[in-house]
C-alpha cells in the first residue's frame, strides 16, 4: 500500500476515535508549521530528497511527511508522484511562493500564512493583493437579474418581455 493511502486512511478515518484524530491532526498542525518555517528561511532553495531522508531531516515520521507533501504538492513547481510515492521515493519542495502562499489562503490555514517569514518573501502589500486574488477566485458572483419591463439586454431598445423575455 502506497504511503499516501496509508496517511488518508489513517487522518481521515471517520471510524477512530474523535480525540484520537484530534490529536493526530494538532501533532500533525504542529509538525507542518515547523516545516515550513524552515523552508520558507531559504524559500528558492529547492530540497530534495527522499521521503524517508525528509522525514528524517524535519525530524518527523513518514506518515506525516507524506501528508505534508500531500499538502504542498499542489504549490509546487513540479509535483511529486504522490500517489504511489513510497520511502525510497525521490521527492522535492521546490515550490511557488506566491501560489503556495495562496493555496494556504484557501485553505483557511491562518498559522501559515501568517507565519512571520513571509515578510522577509512578500512585502505586507503584496501579501494583502495574495490574499485578496485568493479569496476573490472563490467568490461566485451571480448574473444581474432581468426583469420584465427592464431594457432587452440585446440592445434592441424594447422592453425584455416584448422581445428576448417572449419565450422564456
Do not use: H
Amino acid at each position: 500500500m502506497a504511503l499516501l493511502e496509508k496517511w488518508r486512511k489513517t487522518a481521515y478515518n471517520e471510524n477512530e476515535d474523535q480525540k484520537k484524530l484530534q490529536a493526530l491532526w494538532d501533532d500533525y498542525f504542529q509538525k507542518e508549521k515547523a516545516i515550513y518555517q524552515k523552508l520558507l528561511k531559504n524559500p528558492d532553495e529547492v530540497v530534495t530528497g527522499t521521503v524517508g531522508e525528509l522525514a528524517k531531516k524535519y525530524k518527523v515520521t513518514q506518515m506525516i511527511m507524506t501528508g505534508f507533501l500531500d499538502g504542498i504538492n499542489d504549490s509546487l513547481i513540479n509535483p511529486n508522484p504522490i500517489e504511489t510515492m513510497e520511502a525510497d521515493t525521490e521527492v522535492n519542495l521546490g515550490f511557488d511562493k506566491a501560489l503556495l502562499y495562496k493555496n494556504m489562503v484557501a485553505a483557511g490555514a491562518d498559522w501559515l500564512y501568517g507565519l512571520e517569514e513571509w515578510n522577509k518573501i512578500f512585502t505586507e502589500e503584496e501579501q494583502q493583493a495574495l490574499y485578496k486574488e485568493q479569496k476573490q477566485s472563490q467568490t461566485i458572483r451571480k448574473a444581474a437579474k432581468v426583469y420584465p419591463n427592464d431594457p432587452c439586454p440585446c440592445g434592441s431598445g424594447k422592453k425584455y418581455k416584448k422581445c428576448c423575455g417572449k419565450n422564456a
